[in-house]
């Protein structure tokens, strides 16, 4: 490979900019434009490397230093969801599997973590007043005079960090077993994962002893004793969720740059290829769906340390849609754009929410649709065009500083068409 | 015929039908190593079918398809794949984003479970196949170009490349020459001969020419049943094979 002459790559490079407009994270991959040494595992580009960092110390440094800690952690409980968002790139930009029920997996990873918080907090002293004290306040008020069994093993916290990504996992699992090796796909996936969520949302609502019904489970107060409701706790909880998702965002972009993303964008586009080359096509889906469930399960137990209680209005349809326009905002592709379209979203609702009151879902309405209409590709695709723009003016600006012979050649045209460019 | 040995590739009794109609009807035949067999028929014959069945793309509905002994009808297309039968489509079916060395590398037959494929490392020996398959199909300077940039001859000899790569004992070729130039022709021509050493490759082509400069054995068929077989000169002068290709 070292061995080809510059002339093919400058060619491929070329192609791979027009080309693969549609589809940017296929571009000078696996070629020799790869950055060396550690980056050189998640990222194909300086500039993806640099978005990376940028986005890492917007989060870690920009958002703690001027944020009021109120707006912190509201910016924390955003954060949560650009976990689902993250494995809705991964399983739908990447394996082109659209799941409108991801609140599922986020809502029973918030369950097990809530579970466990609920149990803390419902010890004998605290419930004394209860005519059966040691066990959740709903559960008392809905009759219930034991714990139920299911509960039962949450006392354990490390049963509870086991559960948090295993039950939603194994529940993917099922599903996606189910359904991609009878070849369901597109639409029909898409409708089912959403009849999951329906389900599992009127389940949780109907099953009110057992689960704290349609206010879901509050009240939470400890995590092994620490208070985690004050500004401090929730700050500690804000930086940990924070690494969290940035080492999820670095598996991702792993896992992008491997095989395993390559063959996800190659059964995307041409599955019977990836089938007869001898890989079961059934499982690799299965595989991302299970990692995106639990990148999701992950992000809703970090949201009920956060925000302090869990509930169904996280698990149904409309939070699982609101998350799939989260990703889409972002660029499907775009793996940091999961990250961006989250916070844009869900500042975007905070801002309409408190200055228009009467308006805010009509604006957030307009908002989606507008995006849609101006930004096919989201972010990403802003993005593009804005560094091409750029690219383009720092061109004509400085066009005597060519980079290749071909350019070389041309800088004097080139020069004369840029000047003319802010 | 089939008790006396076992042969690499016994098809027999082999039926489908698509709502009533019998695209593949009680057909048998058998293949064995480094032999390069046509199937031709006129269309609607059930070519591709044939194809699809043997790969596991079709279920069929009675007879068999015994590969090296081992019944294939009841296996998935990844676990045919994996016994050793690669297929390559009518059209090119090439991934025309990847460059022509990722083309290769992902058909390489490690690391196909998911974890595997993520974990998947370009090791020496990855690279060393790849520059070999690449030689054998003439892609050796367009390694690091995306297949796009590709001839329509260069992706079809890519998804020769493709199979090749996994060392299949058979292989199946869908139309390998259709679209391609005379002087493509000649090449493909020139690579099938060198391919089927060692293994079995069947090709369903329409050039009657083309097969007359590859084919070691023809099977015809005619409105999914065997028709006739032998070399391509007892097949030309065959009353029956005229009759179907000429008319009445």
Known sequence: ?422 | MSKDRTYLLAVEGLSVSFDGFKAVDDLSFYIDSDELRAIIGPNGAGKTTVLDLISGRTRAKSGSVLFKGEELTKLREHEIVRRGVGRKFQTPSVYETLTVFENLEMSYPHGRSALGAWFFKRTPSVVEKVHEVAELIDLKDRLNDTADLLSHGQKQWLEIGMLLIQDPQLMMLDEPVAGMSAPEREKTAELLKKICKGRAVVVVEHDMDFVRSIAHRVTVLHQGKWLAEGSMDKIQSDPKVIEVYLGH
Request: charged share 15%; with cysteine; hydrophobic share 50%.
């Open chain 1, 1 to 422: 490979m070292d061995a080809t002459t510059k002339e093919p790559e400058i060619v491929a490079t070329a192609s791979a900019v027009t080309v693969a407009s549609a589809t940017p994270s296929t571009k000078s991959k696996g070629t020799g434009s790869s950055l060396p040494g550690f980056w050189g595992k998640f990222f194909s580009t300086a500039a993806e490397r640099n978005a990376f960092l940028l986005v890492a110390a917007l989060i870690l440094l920009v958002f703690p230093a001027l944020l009021s800690p109120f707006r912190l952690s509201l910016v924390g409980k955003y954060l949560t969801y650009a976990f689902v968002g993250l494995g809705l790139v991964v399983c739908w930009g990447y394996g082109g599997i659209l799941s409108l029920g991801q609140g599922v997996f986020f809502g029973l990873g918030g369950y097990c973590m809530a579970m466990f918080l609920k149990l803390e907090a419902s010890d004998p002293v605290s419930t004394a007043i209860q005519s059966t004290p040691g066990i959740p306040d709903f559960m008392d008020w809905n009759q219930l005079t034991a714990l139920p069994m299911f509960w039962k093993p949450f006392k354990s916290f490390l049963f509870t960090a086991a559960a948090i990504p295993i039950v939603p996992g194994i529940l993917a699992l099922i599903i996606g077993a189910a359904m991609f090796k009878r070849r369901v796909g597109g639409v029909y996936f898409a409708i089912i994962t959403q009849t999951v969520a329906a389900i599992l949302s009127i389940l949780i609502i109907g099953q009110q002893g057992f689960t704290g019904g349609v206010n879901g489970i509050t009240d939470l107060k400890t995590l092994h004793g620490w208070d985690i409701r004050p500004d401090h706790a929730k700050s500690i909880l804000y930086f940990i969720n924070a690494g969290l998702l940035l080492v999820a965002t670095l598996l991702c972009y792993h896992l992008s740059r491997s095989k395993l993303g390559r063959l996800l964008l190659a059964m995307r586009d041409k599955e019977d290829r990836v089938r007869f080359s001898g890989y079961s096509v059934a499982n690799l889906k299965t595989f991302v769906f299970v990692f995106g469930a639990i990148l999701s399960a992950i992000g809703g137990a970090m949201f009920t340390l956060q925000v302090g209680f869990m509930s169904p209005s996280f698990v149904g349809i409309v939070p699982s849609i609101e998350m799939v326009i989260c990703a889409a905002l972002g660029g499907r592709e775009w793996i940091l754009g999961a990250i961006l379209g989250t916070l844009v979203v869900n500042f975007g609702k905070t801002f309409f929410s408190e200055r228009f009151p009467e308006l805010w879902l009509f604006l957030i309405g307009a908002l989606f649709i507008g995006v849609v209409m101006v930004f096919p590709n989201g972010l990403a695709g802003l993005r593009r065009d804005a560094l091409a723009k750029a690219w383009a003016g720092f061109r004509g600006r400085f066009g005597k500083t060519p980079l290749s012979p071909n350019d070389l050649a041309q800088s004097g045209l080139a020069g004369a068409g840029g000047t003319e460019k802010p």
